[in-house]
């Protein structure tokens, strides 16, 4: 039973976090600058607004709560913007970052679970990705990434802060109990808004490329349930607290799906027609991004047993037809 520092608690994935963290008999505190996150989304702990470039307003957070671990997932992360903004993906991810892993070994706080993603691969012809793959990022938000695991490499060996890294694939769903889910301003992800468009929030779902090399021309993703994502972080959190050595693991199940796949599924899940227009390819968009995931699933003992396309756009859905937050 430990405090746990979640920074990001605010968004999507890190209030998820909060929800299973507080399950496990921990007590999330979520340090978050709203910037993209929803106050009404943290339900499961106390809220300390903050920002992660504020070093003076950190220090005070660990100096008040002396938490036994951070979880980060605090990040700018849209791949677009990041390919138009670099330095804003620079600054606030790498800089940031930096500030908070200094705070943490000031404060004497050795262990740190990081969110990190499949874009720090980058294209890699379609093979399916281990941990141990080369990481060549082909965009400022998946090198942005890839720098903070290297920084936490550099504090493993200067003040041996002990982390694991979870290079994540695509997540989706939402909590099923329906207390949380996915609300972001603006959206960028495929199933929200897909299913938006099925609701006639939005005109239609715009598919963005349809010209590459897959079955179908369009982009294959591994998806993962959220339940499932953060489920894995709490193991990654009693593994440090148990001694583990730091250590990186992809989390996503091994099966990919294309665009028009997801698209399919949606339709029958919702019973609903899905409205698409065929576009242009986005910018920074892999062709293929698929986890080899047998290392959390052998060392952390993970199952990712919610993570079937079935499930997450049902809880989606569910989600998306109650669930939202004021500012
Ligand atoms: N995508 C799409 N239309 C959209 C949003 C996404 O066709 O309106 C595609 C996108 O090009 C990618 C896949 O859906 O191939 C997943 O994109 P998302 O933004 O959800 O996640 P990412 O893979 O960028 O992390």
């Known amino acids: 039973m430990a405090n746990v520092l979640v920074t990001g608690g605010a968004g ?68 677009g913007e990041s390919v138009t903004d670099p330095g804003l993906y620079w600054r606030n991810n790498v800089g940031g970052s930096l500030n908070l892993i200094e705070a943490a070994t000031a404060a004497g706080c050795e262990n740190f679970v990081f969110s990190s993603t499949c874009a ?7 093979v399916t990705l281990t941990e141990d793959t080369a990481q060549h990022p082909i965009n400022a938000y998946g090198a942005s990434k890839r720098a903070v695991e290297d920084i936490l490499r550099n504090f493993e060996h200067s003040h041996g802060l002990r982390h694991v890294i979870f290079r994540y694939f695509n997540v989706a769903g939402a909590d099923p109990a329906g207390e949380i889910g996915e609300f972001h301003q603006p959206e960028t992800h495929l199933i929200p808004l897909m299913l938006d468009a099925i609701d006639g929030k939005r005109p239609a779902l715009t598919v963005f490329g349809t010209d590459y090399d897959t079955p179908d021309g369009t982009c294959i993703r591994d998806y993962v349930h959220v339940m499932d994502l953060v489920e894995a972080h709490v193991k990654g959190l009693e593994w440090l607290i148990d001694g583990g050595a730091p250590a990186v693991f992809n989390l996503g199940t091994g099966s990919g799906f294309s665009v028009r796949e997801v698209i399919d599924h949606s339709r029958a899940v919702t019973n609903k027609s899905v409205p698409i227009v065929e576009g242009a390819r986005r910018a920074g968009d892999c062709t293929k991004l698929v986890s080899g995931s047998d290392r959390a699933m052998s060392e952390l003992g993970w199952t990712p047993s919610r993570s079937t396309l079935e499930a997450m756009i049902t809880d989606a859905w569910r989600w998306h037809q109650n669930g939202h937050y004021d500012k």
């Open 120 to 126: 720090t691969y980058g294209d890699q012809d379609g």
């Open 12 to 79: 999507y994935i890190g209030s998820h976090a909060c929800k299973v963290l507080a399950a496990a008999g921990h007590t999330p505190i979520t340090y978050d600058n709203l910037c993209t996150g929803w106050e009404d989304a943290v339900k499961f702990g106390p809220f300390e607004a903050g920002d992660l470039l504020d070093r003076p307003r950190l220090d005070a957070v660990f100096a008040q709560y002396n938490p036994v671990a951070v979880m980060h997932f605090a990040a700018l992360s849209q791949v």
